[in-house]
């Protein structure tokens, strides 16, 4: 299993590419992804990526996220080899799931989110690339 | 660079080893790290590692954390080739820091914090292997 990449809730992505310039990252890639509800910009870093989310709308999931948290770490994605395994497994041993089937995400990857209440408050995503 | 690990804020290790366990992941190496006010339990993620962060006392910074936020991310740490000279380029651009001079970390590490207003209210840790 890989890190396949950190998620972060922003409120303008363009704002804060100053700061990522300056620690050495830049965006390799960018796409809205409407079904999220977001803009999202991938940052290489070493063997995973940073993600940096934009609300497209006040509907959107990170939106609220930002109104409720605050700007900041929203996810941590795991990439699995198998996905319905994963979370047959999880479901399984009684862990609570937000996605019990997958649902598209960036770059058409298979995603499901583990619900946080099972994982110590930690939101993680799991992720198959196709 | 890379993510060297991801901080996550705990109140017992040992209660979320049987979540972490089913999705694949075990405990490489334990300690205390007096300095920082916290138990330390690194699981190895791929290329990375997952920190779980136990409060020693209610005076430990991860206790005030967890009272203000809850469990959950609590820091992303970058590893950097020379920590010096990543501080002083963002104290120069006019970011803020927590640590201007870095402080020992667990496994003997440099370490410094990044301020979250400066990045977008993500807590990030530089650290420097010796």
Redesign the interface.
Known sequence: ???DH?G????DIQV?LD?YK????EVKHQEEVPSQGVKVAMLP????KLELLEPLSEESPIYKFIQK?????HH?A??VDDIEK?LA??KD?G?KLINETPVQGAGGAKIAFIH?K???????ELCQHS
């Open positions: 299993m890989q890190v950190i972060i809730a922003v409120e804060m700061f300056t620690i050495g990252l870093l070493g063997h995973t948290k605050g700007t900041g770490i941590v795991l990439e994963s497994t999880l041993k862990f946080p099972s994982a110590g408050g930690v939101l993680y």
